[in-house]
């Protein structure tokens, strides 16, 4: 099982947050308001298309809307073997940076 | 740009390069964006984002959809991994050979650029349906007459009633007249002239133009019910301000009081381009009843089918009725028959054949073009073959290579195509321009997405055309004894040289049918100019105008009023002669009448002629000789006996070897028809056009049969002066008389030639492009073929053999390449020159003149082609050629 990225984690983390109204735009703005980072559309399906093989989330389409254009949303949710790997992940992180947010502050500014 | 819709292009761009799924959720987030954006921000800005965020997808999806990991080389990426590898390959490969990608892209951005110009103007014209409602089922129904040889003509009112009543296979027919017009005070109370259409009460249900504000006409309103028009929905924009409450207003026209009871949908215009107001017909129902509203032919109508029902069905029916109608009025619907026909063949008419000829034309011009290019590539591809054998050792498979090659011709293909993009929207502009009147409009000529498609879909078509022939040389050569081959012995494999050989033989062969055809146009063309119009066209110019029939009620009015003008006219300086008529020359119609002669038995068929009546003043004005009798005078009047002229070509159809001074005639055989007396014969005139021989005509005079709409012709005076005359002049006498046109006579004769002018000038160009293009694929043919025969040239010299001997082998080359071309040529040409026949003017296909001309041009381009080359040839130095080994 490889590994998942820090842009998966991301992703995993934001529909995991957004419950039922996790699609494109929320995901991004999801992500954009806690990590000022703006990604693409395609991006984020890429992404997402490819965690989907893994079976780790599960899409759906909505219904059609007229402000999209007739086009569906599409909505994900976190599977099982998703939340685990996630889980793992996230844990071994948290493991190993463990008391090191001080230090790494610090040498990022060069001090140490 | 900016509007409250995302981009579209974009969104079509989305949608052709991601995958259905993630095209429609990409698609959907980037619009339901793109519209909170619009909040709080300009359309412009948003649209920039939406365009900014979808590249951005795209490319993210592309580079996405690489695997992580590599495996082995083979399956190393996906198609498009490839497909990326390959264009960046070909675009390297360009960079090491600019001078090759200039000059194809060049050749391709020509004959892209004119195939896409042409194919605006044929898809604006004969392909796009016409831009009414459910177009398809709209059809034109004409009247036809083998014994009169009359095709595709107008009704007769009383007929298309009887049609209207009896058939079934249609499911409604309207009608309309000619085009007519009318002087209306616009709100700045200056006359202005107002081009308009009478039709039949049913007229915007039959179009199914539903009118935007109240209603069209009622069944009552076409016999003599109350005035009232329709009006254009540019009209009421421009004249009413848009104003809701127009219908119900009263509008004035001719001076007579309209009621406006709707106005037409935007954008409609029916019978032509222009129209702004439409008025019911006036017909009264005692005529119904009458013989001359059955034998009268002055209506144009048009069909609706009935859902279900095609176009021959409904011809048949029509067929059979109208045979019903030539048994029960066989007094005037003698061998009268009908048909049906659809109404945008209708629209396009004549100008099908000339617009297809021009495709056809381009599409050779295209052919040549890639042509050209594979021949080029074809060279190209033989110097390679090194390259191409070492890459098969290590490891391509041969259907990977011949995709690289064809990858590098569409490559090129779309540099071409996008630099013909271009080309195209500069020529289709002058196309327009050029053409004038030769394009029927029925949909404005632009280039939109259906052109671009076109454009996208030849740019691909040629790459893969003429990516094929390099292509194939990979399997003819076996790659790995390429390896082995030395550089000096070339390729030893003929068929690369007789592939090459093949295109610039086609190449030529089309040149040879292009040039044979701008040829003939050019000839036909300068016969036209040449013909004698009958009168003389030296600075004369023509105003018309119409004199209201309220204000003009009689004869003396309109006589006093017009002696007056001219009387003005006269003594302005420069002006030399002033006269007036009701039918231009050139732009007559036939009518068909018996001529009754005093004292001699009634003919068995009736005469084509036309009818125009003239002031006293014309043949001297015109320069049309009086040569016999006499003029009409100003004595002639209500008071005197009827007096007529004819042409030369009427007397001697009517009165064969005799005088026709002194004899009477008379349109009808009832004693109240009035004689009328032969005065005077004149020269013959062209009435239908240049190139329609002239007809028969008869005179008769404004002083005994007044006019109220009239051509005013001024001779002297250069154009911008006597315009400016008349307006003045005009103005004087009544203000409220607008000028409808004002026109140099030199104009009409060159409206009436525009298709023949279009249609020669481009074949023209076409041809010299086709010729350079043959003429460069023979020069790089030949050039390659003594660069590859240096060797053997040197063993020659060394042997012996003379520059005229070496200069002979170089040209006898060209000569067999220009000579099968040519004859290839020929044979195509036999097989369309007919098609050509129609459009000449007392030039034929076979004229030996311009096929004699069309051998000096091709052997003059083979000898030009071949000077270059051969004098390198004969200037091969043996000692070189033989050290080169």
């Known amino acids: ?112 | 740009m900016s509007s409250a819709e995302p981009p579209r292009l974009t969104t079509r761009l989305l949608a052709l390069l991601l995958p259905g799924r993630v095209f429609e959720a990409v698609a959907g987030d980037l619009e339901e964006e793109f519209r909170e954006r619009l909040r709080h921000t300009s359309p412009r800005r948003a649209g920039a984002w939406y365009r900014r965020q979808a590249i951005r997808s795209i490319v993210t999806c592309w580079r996405g959809s690489r695997p992580a990991v590599r495996t082995s080389p083979r399956d190393r990426g996906g198609p498009l991994q490839d497909l990326s590898l390959d264009v960046r390959f070909a675009l390297r490969s360009f960079t090491r050979n600019p001078g090759l990608v200039v000059l194809v892209t060049l050749t391709l951005a020509l004959g892209i650029g004119a195939t896409t110009a042409i194919f605006t103007v044929l898809d604006a014209t004969l392909l796009r349906p016409l831009p009414y409602s459910e177009p398809e089922r709209l059809v034109a129904v004409y009247e036809e007459n083998d014994a009169r040889g009359w095709t595709w003509n107008q009704a007769s009112p009383a007929n298309f009633l009887s049609w209207r009543e009896r058939s079934t296979t249609l499911e409604d027919i309207t009608a309309h007249g000619f085009r007519v017009g009318w002087a209306f005070a616009g709100p700045d109370d200056r006359a202005e002239w107002l081009d308009g259409a009478t039709v039949f009460h049913n007229f915007f249900e039959v179009m199914g133009a539903r009118p935007v504000l109240g209603r069209g006409f009622v069944d009552d309103e076409v016999w003599g019910g109350a005035r009232v028009v329709v009006i254009s929905h540019g009209l009421w924009q421009r004249a009413f301000g848009g104003d809701p409450e127009v219908v119900g207003q009263i509008i004035a026209l001719d001076e007579i009081e309209r009621e406006i009871v709707g106005v037409a949908p935007p954008g409609f215009a029916f019978p032509d381009t222009g129209i702004d107001v439409w008025a019911p017909f006036r017909w009264s129902r005692e005529n119904v009843e009458a013989a001359w509203f059955r034998r009268a032919h002055f209506i144009w109508p048009v069909g609706r089918l009935a859902h279900g029902v095609d176009e021959s069905t409904a011809h048949a029916e029509i067929q059979t009725i109208a045979a019903g109608l030539q048994a029960e009025y066989p007094e005037t619907n003698e061998s009268m028959s009908a048909g049906v026909v659809s109404l945008q063949r209708w629209v396009v008419g004549d100008t099908r054949r000339p617009l297809l000829i021009l495709g056809l034309a381009v599409s050779a011009v295209l052919l040549v073009a890639c042509a050209n290019i594979a021949n080029l590539l074809l060279a190209r591809a033989t110097g390679r073959r090194q390259e191409l054998a070492v890459r098969s050792a290590l490891g391509a498979g041969r259907a990977r290579l011949v995709r690289q090659l064809l990858t590098e011709s569409v490559c090129l293909a779309a540099l071409g195509g996008a630099a013909g993009v271009g080309v195209a929207a500069l020529m289709t502009r002058g196309l327009v321009l050029l053409a004038g009147e030769a394009i029927p409009p029925t949909s404005p000529v632009t280039m939109d997405a259906r052109v671009m498609g076109f454009a996208l879909f030849i740019t691909l078509a040629t790459g893969l055309g003429f990516g094929l022939f390099p292509s194939l040389q990979l399997g003819w050569a076996r790659l790995s004894e390429v390896m082995n081959e030395s550089s000096r012995s070339g390729s030893a494999d003929p068929r690369p040289a007789r592939a090459r050989n093949l295109l610039v033989v086609a190449e030529v062969a089309l040149a040879v049918v292009l040039v044979a055809g701008a040829g003939l146009m050019l000839r036909s063309l300068d016969a036209l100019y040449a013909v004698d119009p009958g009168f003389s066209l030296d600075n004369l110019v023509t105003a018309e105008f119409e004199l209201p029939g309220s204000r003009y009620g009689d004869q003396v009015a309109v006589e006093t009023f017009f002696d007056e003008l001219v009387d003005r006219l006269v003594a302005t300086p420069g002006v030399v002669g002033v006269s007036a008529t009701d039918t231009l020359a050139l732009e007559g119609t036939r009518w068909t009448s018996d001529l009754f002669i005093d004292g001699r038995p009634p003919a068995d068929t009736p005469y084509i002629f036309n009818r125009r009546i003239v002031d006293h003043r014309y043949f001297t004005t015109l320069g049309v000789p009086v040569l016999r009798g006499r003029s009409f005078t100003a004595a002639d009047g209500p008071d005197t006996p009827d007096v007529i002229i004819i042409n030369e070509t009427l007397a001697g159809q009517v009165f064969p070897g005799e005088d026709p001074v002194g004899e009477r005639i008379r349109f009808g055989d009832d004693d109240d028809d009035p004689w009328l007396t032969v005065v005077g014969v004149v020269g013959s005139e062209r009435v239908e056009g240049l190139d329609a021989n002239p007809w028969g005509e008869i005179y008769l005079t404004t002083r005994q049969e007044p006019i109220w709409y009239l051509n005013l012709l001024v001779r002297g005076a250069a154009g911008g002066q006597a315009e400016a005359a008349v307006q003045r002049e005009l103005a004087a006498l009544d203000p409220l008389v607008p000028i409808i046109r004002f026109r140099p006579f030199e104009e009409i004769v060159s409206g009436s030639l525009s298709m023949e002018r279009l249609l020669t000038t481009l074949l023209t160009a076409f041809a010299a492009v086709a010729l350079l293009l043959a003429a460069m694929g023979l020069y790089g043919v030949l050039a390659y073929s003594v660069a590859q025969r240096t060797r053997e040239i040197g063993i020659r010299v060394a042997l012996g053999a003379r520059g005229d001997d070496v200069l002979r082998i170089v040209v006898k080359r060209a000569l067999v390449l220009v000579v099968t071309g040519g004859a290839l040529g020929a044979a195509a040409y036999g097989a369309v020159a007919s098609t050509f026949r129609a459009l000449l003017f007392e030039v034929s296909p076979g004229d030996p003149l311009t096929l004699g001309g069309v051998l000096l041009v091709m052997l003059a381009t083979g000898f030009a082609a071949a000077y270059l080359p051969a004098r390198r040839a004969t200037r091969v130095d043996p000692v070189e050629a033989l050290r080169s080994e």
């Open chain 1, 1 to 112: 099982m490889r590994r998942l990225g820090e842009f998966e984690q991301m992703l995993l983390f934001a529909v995991l947050r957004l419950g039922d109204g996790a699609y494109g735009t929320a995901i991004r703005q999801e992500i954009a308001s806690r990590t000022a980072q703006d990604l693409s559309p395609g991006a984020v399906y890429t992404a997402l298309e490819r965690l989907e093989t893994r079976g780790y989330v599960a899409s759906w389409f909505g219904e059609p809307t007229p402000e999209r254009g007739g086009k569906r949303k599409r909505f994900y949710r976190v599977e099982a073997a998703g939340a685990t790997a996630l889980n793992r992940a996230y844990r071994a992180l948290l493991a190993m940076g463990e008391g090191q947010a001080e230090h790494l502050d610090l040498l990022e500014r060069g001090i140490e």
